[in-house]
Each structure stands twice: as structure tokens, then as C-alpha cells.
């Protein structure tokens, strides 16, 4: 068996490789038609971040069984064509995760400090005691988005540091949050009340620019802010405004919207924005546990066993997948959906198959279902391998249930999300010649196509309804692709189910409810 490295790596995983019987390869710099020329002598291929592994030479690769990324992200591995493929993709979610930890308070303190400001004058030549007068950090409140490993490593030094720590997390219960010595509050509420604000999460629909000049309004003056997270997350031209005006004391950023950061950037400009060129993850000691991790990974697969940190399908045993693999997709999309529309931080997830599919095997839907639920502001890729251990981890209780009996459908997914704040209820199922339907939303009963946008609207069942939402939506120039509405009782609560071809905006989402006889209005992207 071989393995290539077209990336570089830490020296001792190719020791690790040959102490395994496997020979191990470090070829790098190779551009993608050279690549393809040797991919198929190999069994595996490790890389970083440089090589982009593309439809191209994951196809060539007749004899490719693993690629191994040694880090977080996979954006530059073809996953789509990897999984068509058979190839298993494994990355490395916790072996940075003390670097990111440690170099967002390197940044907090440098910021806070001035330091790299004091150093450039010294250098210098200039003995300047005046001009750079910090703030301490001790008594401050730290508001920290996103509570998964890294933010909550974060979190930690904080109360060692004597600072109060606030933080945001949806996926994260109030006693949960307590045993990290965190006060959990709402987004809007972290903001406002943070002295140093530090994100920990991923760039998603939801959390791109989710930090604007209307965000930053709402913050205490003089803010100081972090993020050693992932790049457009904060809207790097209101940020700069917003320093420049002194709304934001300070900013200290490891990564950016486009990346090298372009040599012209204002954020270049300003003495109190303080930028490090994506280092979060750059330790001899980070780069040495995801070279670790994935040989590790690597080694195990092609001795026959089964990846920890598999990011795509292949990771789950064909033989179980195989009797319930036309409904995967409705349970993550349940998941998902339900996700979006339930309130509060989830503290258990209920989820009952009945008819044909309860006679199997169904833990790799259950996974589905916690993959789709926990995907959208997890700090680290969710996958097939890790969604079980992430809602362990998050204090999420799961709880499967299976009836053979059902009386509407063949086979039927219920899925029920408890929180702090209430319950959500929806169902689903696969049918023949149509595939993935949504057929109930908090026991309304629905017919739907769980893709694309999503609408759904609480209101009151009455005539004019449907033709009061379709005007409205169509004179805010959203197309309605398809609608249904479900009911208990005449003239009573009901749901409405729109598949929509736009993004239905904030404002235009609050114009719904204004509609007489609507009370809730939610987009959803599956």
C-alpha cells in the first residue's frame, strides 16, 4: 500500500506510515495534470490546504480508498465526487484546536495592549511610554459566539484571567453552559453587554456579515473585537468604519473576507486593527496532531477499519446503510428544518420511525437526523462520525423510538425538539416517483418538497388567506413555486408550507406577520 503527501506535513507521520508496513510519500507543488499522472499508484492521499483535490484527480485515482486532510476545513477536497467514488474524506476537528484558543488571546492581549504597535515604534528607533496605554482585561466581560471546543477553551482562559464571560451558543442548554462558568444570553443581548467580543463559529446564511454597522451599533462604545474564526463573518468595511469613528476601540483579526487580505485593505491602514495572516491553527504542536490524527485515520482504514473523523458517507458501514439509504436524505432534512424553526438552546430530540422502516436497522438515520440538527453553527464540520458525540457532548438527549405500525404512510420519520423555549414537531417521507416530502409540521398535516426556500407560515383558517400571502409575496417580487395548507379544525390554527425561489428577507418576513390572521413567519434553507 502507498500513500502520497502532496502537501507538506509533520515528518512523523511518514514515520508513521512505515512503522505501519505502509510506504509513504511527500511530493509537493505538484499542479493538477501531474498529480493525476501518478494518483493511481496510491492507496491514499494526505494534503493541507494547497492542494485542491479535484473531480479530476479523485476520478484518476482508481485505488484511492482515503484522503486525509490535516486540519479542519475539506473546501478544498471535491466531497460530492469522493462519496460517488467510495473514498472516504477524514480531517483532523480537534488537533488545532488549542492553537486557535491560544492565538485568539494572543490577539485579545496584543490588541488590548497595544503590543504590536509598541514594538513597530521601538524598532523604530523610538522610546515611546505615552502613547500606548492599554486596558486590562480583568473585571471586563468577555462575550464569546460560538461555545464548541475552541470557544470554550476561550472561555476558560477568560475566568483564569478574573473576566466575567457571556456567550451565545444555540446548541447549548443553560446548565450546560453554567458548568463552563458561561452566562448564556441571546446574540443581541451578548453584543451589547460584551467588553471584548470573540467568535467561534462557522460562516454559514445565517452567521455571513452577521457583524454590520447596525450590529455594531448596538454595541458598548469602545468594544474591542476578535476573530480568529473564519473570514466574512464581520463586514470588513463597516468594521473599519466603525474603528475609524471609535464606536470599536480596537480589532484583531486572523482572517478575512478574501484571502491573502488584498495589500490595499483599510483595515491595513488603521494603527488599532492589528491582523496576523491566518496563523490560528500555525504551532509546531498543531501541525505535528493533525499530521498524527489523519495518518492515524489513514493507517486504520487501509487495515481495514473504520475513520473517527470521516466527513462524508462512506464512513458508516455499507451494511447498514444499505437497507435505509432512501431515507437519509428527508432525516437530515428534518433535522435541519426543525432546527430552523425551533427556539431556545435543544435539550432532547425524539425521533420515531414507523412502517417498513422501522423493521431496520436505524442509527445511521438517527445520525442523519443529529447531522442536519446540528450543522448550521457548529465551529467544526459535522458529520456522519461526529454528530452523536457533538450532542453528547452538548448535553442533547436522543431518543429513538420505532412503531411497525402506521396508518397514512408506508413509512414515516417524526421528529420532536424540546428546548428552553418549547416543542417543534415535523414528519416526513419518500415516495415513490417523488421523493423527499415534508408531511407534518407540529401535527398539521402538509404535502411538501423540503428543498431549496422554505416558507412557513403560522395564520388562522379562513377564506382570503392563501390570496392575501400570495399578493403580498408577489408584490415583494417572491416567486411561489408551490404551496399547501394544513388544518385541524375549520377556522381554527393552520400552517401554510411555501416552496419559495428567492431569500425572503428579514423585513419582508415581519410584513407577513402583520398580515391580519398571521402570527409566525419562518424561511427555511434545506
Known amino acids: 500500500m502507498k500513500v502520497l503527501a502532496s502537501d507538506k506535513i509533520a515528518e512523523v507521520g ?3 506510515l512505515q512503522d505501519a508496513g505502509i510506504e509513504g510519500e511527500m511530493i509537493t507543488g505538484l499542479p493538477e495534470d501531474e498529480l493525476i499522472k501518478i494518483i493511481p499508484q496510491y492507496d491514499a492521499l494526505v494534503v493541507r490546504s494547497a492542494t485542491k483535490v479535484t473531480p479530476k484527480i479523485i476520478e484518476a485515482g482508481k485505488n484511492l480508498k482515503i484522503i486525509g ?14 462519496t460517488k467514488n467510495g473514498v472516504i474524506v477524514v480531517n483532523s476537528p480537534e488537533g488545532n484546536t488549542v ?4 492565538h485568539t488571546w494572543a490577539m485579545l492581549l496584543s490588541m488590548a495592549r497595544q503590543i504590536p504597535q509598541a514594538h513597530g515604534k521601538l524598532k523604530a528607533g523610538n522610546w515611546d511610554r505615552k502613547s500606548f496605554k492599554g486596558v486590562e482585561v480583568f473585571n471586563k466581560t468577555l462575550g464569546v459566539v460560538g461555545l464548541g471546543k475552541i470557544g470554550r477553551r476561550v472561555a476558560s482562559y477568560a475566568l483564569g484571567m478574573g473576566m466575567k464571560v457571556i456567550g451565545f451558543d444555540p446548541f447549548v442548554t443553560e446548565e ?7 452566562e448564556l444570553k441571546k446574540l443581541e443581548e451578548v453584543i451589547k453587554e460584551a467588553d471584548f467580543l470573540t467568535f467561534h463559529i462557522p460562516k454559514t446564511k445565517e452567521t455571513a456579515g ?12 469602545g468594544v474591542r473585537i476578535v476573530n480568529v474564526a473564519r473570514g466574512g463573518i464581520i463586514n470588513e ?11 470599536v476601540a480596537a480589532a484583531a483579526l486572523d482572517v478575512f473576507e478574501k ?6 485593505s483599510p483595515l491595513l491602514t488603521l494603527d488599532n486593527i492589528i491582523t496576523t495572516p491566518h496563523l490560528g491553527a500555525s504551532t509546531v504542536e498543531a501541525q505535528v496532531n493533525v499530521a498524527v490524527d489523519v495518518v492515524e485515520q489513514i493507517i486504520e482504514v487501509l487495515k481495514g477499519g473504520a475513520a473517527r473523523s470521516a466527513v462524508n458517507i462512506p464512513s458508516m458501514k455499507p451494511e447498514l446503510i444499505r437497507p435505509v439509504k432512501p431515507y437519509m436524505g428527508i432525516a437530515e432534512k428534518l433535522g435541519a428544518l426543525a432546527a430552523q424553526i425551533v427556539k431556545g438552546a435543544v435539550s432532547k430530540v425524539q425521533i420515531e420511525y414507523s412502517g417498513e422502516v422501522a423493521a431496520n436497522e436505524v442509527s445511521p438515520l438517527t445520525t442523519s ?11 467544526v464540520v459535522v458529520n456522519f462520525v461526529n454528530a452523536p458525540h457533538i450532542a453528547k457532548e452538548r448535553g442533547i438527549q436522543v431518543v429513538e423510538t420505532k412503531n411497525k405500525e402506521t396508518k397514512d404512510f408506508a413509512s414515516l420519520i417524526s421528529l420532536r425538539l424540546t428546548s428552553d423555549k418549547g416543542e417543534r414537531e415535523v414528519g416526513g417521507t419518500v415516495f415513490e416517483g417523488l421523493g423527499d416530502r415534508l408531511v407534518s409540521i407540529d401535527g398539521f398535516k402538509v404535502d411538501a418538497e423540503p428543498a431549496g426556500y422554505v416558507l412557513i407560515l403560522s395564520n388562522i383558517d379562513k377564506p382570503g388567506m392563501v390570496g392575501k400571502v400570495g399578493t403580498f409575496l408577489g408584490q415583494n417580487s417572491i416567486n411561489i413555486a408551490s404551496m399547501d395548507v394544513g388544518r385541524l379544525k375549520v377556522g381554527e390554527k393552520a400552517v401554510m408550507v411555501l416552496n419559495v425561489d428567492a431569500v425572503v428577507s428579514d423585513e419582508i418576513l415581519n410584513g407577513l406577520t402583520k398580515l391580519e390572521g398571521i402570527s409566525g413567519a419562518t424561511l427555511v434553507k434545506l
Not at 450546560?176 to 458561561?182: C, F, I, S
Request: proline share 6%; no cysteine.
Open 14 to 16: 511518514l514515520k508513521m
Open 259 to 264: 484571502e491573502p487580505l488584498p495589500a490595499d
Open 237 to 247: 468595511q463597516d468594521l473599519y468604519e466603525a474603528v475609524k469613528s471609535g464606536q
Open 99 to 102: 492553537a486557535a484558543a491560544e
Open 210 to 221: 452577521m457583524i454590520n454597522a447596525k450590529s455594531i451599533a448596538t454595541m458598548k462604545k
Open 176 to 182: 450546560n453552559a453554567k458548568t463552563l462558568g458561561v
Open 369 to 379: 437526523v443529529l447531522k442536519g440538527l446540528l450543522a448550521p453553527m457548529m465551529d
Open 69 to 82: 486532510r490535516a486540519g479542519v476545513g475539506v473546501d478544498n477536497v471535491d466531497l460530492p465526487t469522493a
